[in-house]
C-alpha cells in the first residue's frame, strides 16, 4: 500500500514564502515523477511543477522564478518552495506521484494542504 502525506501550508501574505513538503511510503522502489497541482474555489485543479526521478523539473509559467521543486530520494519526499506569493496562488495544494509497476503505472495523491494568500 502506498501513502502520500502532505505538509506545510498556511497563510501568508503577499510577498512571503511558505514551503510544502510531499512524503511517500509504502512498498515501492526506484525513483519515480513527483508533481505538484492546485486548486482554486471555482477552478479546475491545474498543473504547477514537475520533478522526475532523475531531478529534471519543469514548471507552468505563472510559477517559473518564483516556485522550486525539490526531492530528496532517500526520504521519498517531494518538495515546493513558494517564494513571492501572490493572492492568485491562493489554491488547494496537492502532490502526486507516479509509480510504475508490472501493470502499468498508478497515480497516487496527497491529501492537499491550503495554501492562502492574502494581506
Known amino acids: 500500500q502506498v501513502q502520500v502525506v502532505q505538509s506545510g501550508g498556511g497563510l ?7 514551503r510544502l513538503s510531499c512524503a511517500a511510503s509504502g512498498d515501492f522502489g526506484g525513483f519515480y515523477p513527483m508533481t505538484w497541482y492546485r486548486q482554486a474555489p471555482g477552478n479546475q485543479r491545474e498543473w504547477v511543477a514537475r520533478i522526475t526521478g532523475a531531478g529534471a523539473t519543469t514548471y507552468t509559467d505563472s510559477v517559473k522564478g518564483r516556485f522550486t521543486i525539490s526531492r530528496d ?7 515546493l518552495q513558494m517564494n513571492a506569493l501572490k493572492p492568485e496562488d491562493t489554491a488547494v495544494y496537492f502532490c502526486k506521484i507516479e509509480i510504475s ?3 502499468g503505472i498508478e497515480d497516487y495523491w496527497g491529501q492537499g494542504t ?4 492574502s494581506p
Open 101 to 103: 509497476w508490472y501493470y
Open 114 to 117: 491550503q495554501v492562502t494568500v
Open 12 to 18: 501568508v501574505q503577499p510577498g512571503g514564502s511558505l
Open 73 to 79: 530520494n532517500a526520504k521519498n519526499t517531494a518538495y
